[in-house]
């Protein structure tokens, strides 16, 4: 498997001299956080793509096996999401039966989203490594972006975050960046056999990203920091599905142990230029007026 600290060339000035492909590009989870900015930027470039969901026709569904063959035909590379995340149980076996779906498609590039830290997901890459595709595997870190299209935008309106995260830094990283890296992975050679870590230029406390995100919305946003164990039963209480408070737990006590703290250079590596701060993002996002 490549390491994150391979040094093979891959940059910004490398990729940006090869054409755009333009042949049919399946986006699963089209709609979500990463998928929906994928498809604006292949749409962007006048690449055909097809959106992988409940919703779409053809309809797709992780847990229907026979909604993928459809929604394979025809398609030369895939922006692989697992929904909800690579680390849940059952997540191996998905993969494995779509990969081998899309191999006997004829899809010849594939690019996994997969998240740093979780051994559960590095062994899903191994399975997409092997599948004989053309393979990039996106290895992010936390998403800046869940403090506003996600379970922290409430919270962060409300004007008090309750997470379980102690004092571990974590390098957020702009959706944006993570976008960047799987369209020129999608659309461009020289990113074939490559494992790119994702992750901002530094590594910020929660409390230290809360502070950031009420600086530059104006007001007043805390970060209050409790046990695992409280927080399983603030959610509990609050009404959200057994799996759910497992898998936030899961992340919380193993993810952010400080294993995921350094950053990595793949947005560089890949694009040939510098990850997006978690300055800007706040600032943009205030601005938009949705923390208000």
Known sequence: M????NTSGNTGENTST????SGLTLVLGGTGKTGRRVVERLEALD???RMGSRSAAPAFDWEDGSTWAPVLRGVER????????LAVPGAPDAIRGFTAAAVEAG????????????DEAQACERIVQDSGLEWTIVRSSWFAQNFSEDYLLEPVQAGEVVLPAGEVPEPFVHLDDVADVAVAALTRDGHHGEVYEVTGPRALTFGEAVAEIGRAAGREV???P???????????????PAEVVA????????VLDGRNTPTADGVRRALGREPRDFAEYAAETAASGIWN
Not at 247 to 254: G, P
């Open 2 to 5: 490549t390491n994150s600290e």
């Open 18 to 21: 090869a054409p755009v492909e």
């Open 47 to 49: 690449v055909p793509v």
């Open 78 to 85: 895939v922006y692989l999401v697992f929904y909800p995340d």
């Open 107 to 118: 899809v010849r590039r594939v690019v996994l989203l997969s998240g740093r830290g979780e």
């Open 222 to 224: 805390a970060y209050v």
């Open 226 to 240: 409790v046990s695992t164990d409280d927080y399983a039963a603030a959610l509990t209480e609050h009404g959200l």
């Open 247 to 254: 898998f936030l737990t899961y992340l919380f006590s193993t």
